[in-house]
């Protein structure tokens, strides 16, 4: 991994938010709050969930691992844009950079195949209820939690290994708030084509195969749920539109971004917000914030550290 290949670059200038002082203000205080709060609901489901007696289920032995991966996501890249919000200056080198994109990828394709054991487990949960303990064993759940580290560190070292020793020695512009695989490649001083044609095969079809595993899996809970009962069908829609919300908001971006064909990518701040931002606190407040058995055992937990 040795970047002294004709490499002249030593740091990447992020352009991050083109507005005025005043609004970047606005943004700081906003995106500190919301990363404040992603990390404090985060860190407190995955005490919650290791100390509550009560919360021992599978469900959330997935949910406090989902915690831990979005807590891991967004400490990457949030604290970064949070304070370069307020410099003029917004660089990072280039081996920041590469660290930057190695962990965004490990953690983001970790957490996309535990949404799909996790959408497993409820399709278990809901389709065979009575085998349920005996197939969502402990076996199988840590089996899951392994599965989800290794898918993610192949596919972050897949592409990293054949990125870091790109020459780099022309432009140093990235337009966005983070390091990213797409838009760092394109400044590289080489022919690039055929590393673009493998991230959008790699990062791509990642995204969308998860996605649409995803989508198959909540529509034969919603058709499971609608032959048992009516009443159940109202509780379930609730329940899984919300989930559905939360994984289009991770999912959407991740598809835009890499399986756009890159001579017509657009770098999009939006979404990157949505998906290293917004898409963290999102999940704790719908998988487990809004579930009730949660709250009386966080209530219990602190009521406990206070005594």
Not at 57 to 79: A, E
Not at 230 to 259: E, N
Not at 271 to 277: C, G, I, N, Q, R
Request: glycine share 6%; net charge positive.
């Amino acid at each position: 991994m040795d970047l002294k290949n004709g490499s002249v670059v030593t740091e990447f200038i992020l352009q991050g938010f083109s507005a005025g002082w005043e609004l970047q203000i606005v943004f700081f205080v906003t995106f500190s709050l919301i990363y404040g709060a992603t990390v404090l609901g985060n860190a407190l489901i995955v005490v919650t969930v290791t100390c509550s007696s009560t919360l021992r289920s599978p469900m959330y032995f997935l949910l406090g691992n989902l915690s831990f991966l979005d807590m891991c996501l967004s400490t990457v890249t949030t604290p970064k844009m949070i304070r370069d919000l307020l410099t003029e200056h917004k660089t990072i080198s280039i081996w920041g950079c590469m660290a930057q994109m190695f962990f965004m990828h490990l953690f983001g394709g970790a957490e996309e195949t535990l949404l799909v054991a996790m959408a497993f487990d409820r399709y278990v949960a809901v389709c065979k209820p009575l085998p349920y303990r005996k197939i969502m064993n402990h076996m199988l759940l840590n089996g899951f939690v392994i599965l989800s580290w290794t898918i993610g560190f192949i596919h972050t070292m897949s592409q990293m290994v054949l990125t870091v020793n790109l020459p780099f020695c022309g432009p140093r512009i990235i337009d966005n708030i983070f390091c990213d695989l797409p838009l760092v490649i394109k400044l590289a001083c080489v022919e690039t084509y055929t590393l673009e044609l493998f991230v959008i095969a790699d990062s791509g079809l990642l995204s969308l195969i998860c996605f649409l595993l995803l989508l198959v899996s909540y529509t034969v809970l919603l058709a499971t749920v609608q032959r048992r009962s009516s009443g159940g069908l109202s509780k379930a829609l609730s329940t899984l539109s919300a989930h559905i919300t939360v994984v289009s908001l991770f999912f959407g971006p991740c598809i835009f971004i890499y399986a756009w064909p890159f001579k017509s990518f657009a770098s999009n701040k939006v979404l990157a917000v949505f998906y290293t931002v917004f898409t963290p606190l999102l999940n704790p407040i719908i998988y487990t914030l809004r579930n009730q058995k949660m709250q009386e055992a966080m209530k219990k937990l602190s009521h406990y550290m206070v005594c």
